[in-house]
Each structure stands twice: as structure tokens, then as C-alpha cells.
């Protein structure tokens, strides 16, 4: 699909910028990647195809996991839509860096998300030099995989497990993960997630703003999630949301 897109555009753009006031028009992201001299056709498709995958799939079925364990977690959800009213009791309309500093309980239900369902289940890399892991000598030139999916659901990394409780990335409680790279859901090091902050900022407005209005409700069983390159929800989203303010 993507790919198709990617092909049609560039089959047009030619006719497109010859066409009558094209000067005008604001050009796409893709139009202008394609028009870059120094990128090849291989270039514009991975980086297309990197944003579709790792910029939407990413941040959106995060969304979606998130909204299911608020839904299953009613406590969590009444403590969210507590500091979203606090901090934007004046319902502005911009959400400003001021406010996304105060949400500290919604990050923390970003993180517990997660935590619960990784959407980038590990992340790989080709070792530069032996090391020693957990005891076992590894050669130059391995692959080590670091399992977010494994390691997040043991309870020697983080106390009670299996329940969602956002709690746990607030500063000073028992129920905190047992060493700072417990759950590295962006990665970590130089390679480490490029759109991360951007991922996040997204995910706190998206939050925010959808708790301020909303209580979202899941009638349907329990979601679990299945593997599609990335983590995404096994079921469809039926969701039902109940106006606050009604
Ligand atoms: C919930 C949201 C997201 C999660 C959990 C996530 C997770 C990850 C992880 C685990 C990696 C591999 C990091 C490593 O090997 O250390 C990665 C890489 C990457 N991510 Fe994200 N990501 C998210 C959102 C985004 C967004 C919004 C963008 C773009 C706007 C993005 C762009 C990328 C790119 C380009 C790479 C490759 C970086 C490289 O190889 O140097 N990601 N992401």
C-alpha cells in the first residue's frame, strides 16, 4: 500500500509541478523527499515505510493497549482524569510544555502500558567486543536480543507484575522496577529510539486530552496482544466512551 503510494506520487509529480500556479502549492513531505537529488528511490521508500511502521503503528496501538488498561483498571483511570483536571482545569486550548511537565501520573501510565504490552517487543545488537551475561561467556560478533516482553513480566524486575499499577514509575514507592534498565521500551545507547521524545509527547497530549473529556469503557473480554513486526492489539477496538461532561 505504502509502496503503491510511494510509486503513484512520484509518477505524478512531474505533471503535478508543471501544472498552472503548482509554484503555490504547498509541497508533501513525500513530494519533497522525492525532489531531493541526494536521496535515491530506495532512500525515500525507507524512510516513508520507517515512518509509517516505526512513527504511527508505534505510538498508536500504545494508545490503544493504554485505553484497554485504564478501562480494566477503573482506579487508575479516576487517579488520571483527577491530575488531567487539575492541571488543565482552565481547558486551554494549546497544551504547553508547562502542562505536560505536571503530568506526572499520565507518564506513568504511558510507561506501565508499556511495560504490559511493548510495542517493540526488544531490540537486537552485534556485540563489539566477549562479554560475561548472567554468567555465560559471549563471543565478539554475537547477537544478543533484550527481550522488553520478557523481562518487563518478571517479578525480578518489578514487584506484582501482573497488575497494572502506574504507581510504580512515581518517585519513592516499593513497587518500582529492581534496576534502571528493567524495561527499555525505546531502546537504549546510540541507537536508541530517534523519535522518542516526539513519541511521548504525542502519547501524554493524546491522553490528556482524550481523559479530560472521557471515560473509556471495554465490555469485551480480555485483549492480549499478537506479533505483526511490531506488538498490536488482538482484537478489534470496541471501545465506549462516556462523555464527562454530560
Ligand atoms: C510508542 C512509541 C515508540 C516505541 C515504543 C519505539 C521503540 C523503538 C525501539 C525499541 C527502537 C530500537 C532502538 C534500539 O535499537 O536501541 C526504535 C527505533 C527507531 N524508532 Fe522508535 N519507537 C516509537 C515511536 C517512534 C516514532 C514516533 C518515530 C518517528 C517519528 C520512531 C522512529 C524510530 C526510528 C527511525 C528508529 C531507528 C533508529 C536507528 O536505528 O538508529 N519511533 N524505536
Redesign the pocket.
Known sequence: MALTNIRATEASLKEALEKPGAEERELTLMEQLLLRPELSHKDVVTLIL??IF???D??SH?MAFALYLLAKNPEAQRKLQQEVDQVLKDNPETLTPAHTAKLSYTKAVVKES?RFF???M????ELSSDVVLSGYQIPKGSSVLMLNYEDAQKDTAFPRPREFLPERWLRGNDLAASHAFAL??????T??????R??EQ??YVFLARVMQRYTVNYNYGDMDSTMQLILKPSQPLKFSFTDRRA
Not at 191 to 196: H, S
Request: charged letters at 15%; proline letters at 6%.
Open positions: 520507517d515512518m516505526a512513527g504511527i508505534t505510538t500504545t508499556l511493548p510495542v517493540a526488544g531490540f537486537m545488537r527499555l521500551p525505546f531502546g537504549a545507547g541507537r536508541m529510539c530517534v523519535g522518542r516526539l513519541a504525542e502519547m
